[in-house]
């Protein structure tokens, strides 16, 4: 297990800077994962890490030693990439054997380290045939197993499950987040993919026009988002403009929300006053008939339904609270619970202050 630190790192072509200067350590046995639309410098960052590309300024240290002047086979570290370019001619075995016979490694020991990082994705029985001659999950495996057979540190891979469907994609994920608790490995991986980063990393790092936006734990990153953009990227959101202002006693925080008429005590404030804007996550809103008092600690709000789309487990509800478009996504419980959403309806909208969240504006 190493730590791996990025300090100061930066790359520009021409005019286009594809990574400002980027400082951020993983930790030894973490999983990191980038992500970011495409062009927010992912792969410019994880090609640095890997020495693919030279960077303009910064160093790169493993365990505190720098190797940024080290071409990439001297780095230590596994690579599994998007197109995975398993060589065609040889057999699955060759394949995860070959970097190990690249480092000269006594034959003996590269035939039981090859067994081994067969059997950790599950391929002994595949070992004599030709990549050709396996699913497009199973190549991904051979080059997971290739990347892990040397046992490196560090792992770095960039959208390996992005040419596979959706239930390779499932099974694979698993596989990954299976072989990283079992082998204690730093992993930095590239997705745009949500949900393999929520359900796959320790911390996220959101990455946005070159930098890194935010970098936190998956919960994190999803309740207590820095900035709008965070907001908006992960999951569904309501963003309100509101302003911050020093509660009554002096030390809470009140948030006062223009366009849906209210004042909220909101304790989780981000520490700055003025304008921002309030995320409230459209999960994070009941519904409740006209009829219905709400519950103590809870603002009720009266919203005329627009529109219900029902999405399976969820259904999506667009309300307006006067002149003010609200999402609101419930868990659908039966169908005639469906029946109660008719556009045109009025109902109340039940907001807990706890569960508001202040963003930069
Ligand atoms: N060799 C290159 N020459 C010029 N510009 C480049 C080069 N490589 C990357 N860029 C630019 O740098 C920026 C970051 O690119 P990068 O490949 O890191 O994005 P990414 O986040 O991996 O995107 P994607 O999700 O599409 O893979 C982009 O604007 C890209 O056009
Ligand atoms: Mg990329």
Known sequence: ???????GVSKRYDQVTALAATTLTVAAGEFLTLLGPSGSGKTTLLSLIAGLIASDSG???IDGQDISGLPPYRRGLGMVFQNYALFPHLTVMENVAFGLQARRLPSSEVQQKTQHALAMVRLESFAQRLPKELSGGQQQRVALARALAYQPAIVLMDEPLGAL????????????ARLHRELGTSVVYVTHDQEEALVLSDRICLMNQARVEQIAAP???????????????????NLFACEVQKGDDGTA?????AALGIRLPCPAAAAQYGNSLLLLRPESIEVAGTAQSAP????????RIESCQFLGATTRLMLRVGETEVRVLQRTTSLV??????????????VDPARCHVVEG
Request: no cysteine.
């Open 1 to 7: 297990m190493q730590e791996l630190r990025i300090e």
């Open 59 to 61: 160093r790169i240290l």
């Open 165 to 176: 469907d959706r239930n390779l994609r499932e099974e694979m994920k698993f596989e990954i």
């Open 219 to 237: 919960q994190a990153l999803y309740f207590r988002p820095r900035t709008r953009f965070a907001a908006e990227f992960l999951g569904e959101s």
């Open 253 to 257: 925080f009140a948030v006062t929300v």
């Open 296 to 303: 103590a600690g809870l603002l009720a709000l009266a919203a």
């Open 337 to 350: 619970d469906l029946q109660k959403f008719k556009p045109g309806e009025m109902v109340q909208l039940w």
